[in-house]
């Protein structure tokens, strides 16, 4: 019998009855899920990344062959992931990647639907940047100098989407302005207006209708490579 498991949601529901549970509502119960809630998870209605781990650990399956497939997992693997080093008593997230650049410059064009990967953290890591819930969280890369020496080019950022009103001024956020992804420091000014603010010195400001940006995020940690 050939296995039809192209999506998330099939591979969790053929790991869960590998791992000797009948129904949803049943390992529902062991992992201390609703069932309704679960049943959203075989059936695609919701994500559940932030879940992986547990469900790999109960389920005897690798966090990254649940979450992105490949090869069916064999009987000698376990639930802790391919690669994946998590700190003792730490739960492990996946955080999504999109494949979009943020331009710290006049801006980049975001069009279609930009593919996704995955990255793992530490649960506790992430709650430590994420205002509400770590759902909220994806990664992109910036590109351009209009950010230097505070962010360069190819730096990767992590946006927090739950953080959308400029509640202090001169933070660093990702926005679309003119149908243009960038990411700058945002001012509001009077008679609804906002200063969209370079750190590079060579790099003028520039006075626009507040309306007219839209906040995907704000910019809540950077990594960069040597």
Known sequence: MTEDLDTAGQRLRWARQKAGYKSGEEAAAALGFKPVTYRTYENETSGF???????????GVPVSWLLEGGPLPSQADDGAGEGVIAPLNSDIEYVKLFDISYAMGDGSLIE???????LPFSLDFLRRYARG???????????GDSMEPTL???D????????????????????????????????RLPDDMVRILSDNTTVPDYDVDAAEVHIV?????VARGL
């Open 49 to 59: 990344s932030r879940h992986a781990s547990k469900f790999g650990k109960a389920f």
């Open 152 to 154: 360069r080019r190819e």
């Open 156 to 187: 990767l950022l992590m946006i927090d989407t739950s953080q959308v009103t400029v509640t202090m001024q001169d933070e660093i956020w990702a926005l679309t302005y003119a149908g243009a992804g960038m990411v700058k420091r945002l001012r």
């Open 133 to 143: 819930s770590t759902d909220m969280l994806f990664l992109a890369k910036g590109h």
């Open 217 to 221: 995020g704000k910019v809540v940690w």
């Open 112 to 118: 279609g639907s930009p593919e996704v990967s995955l």
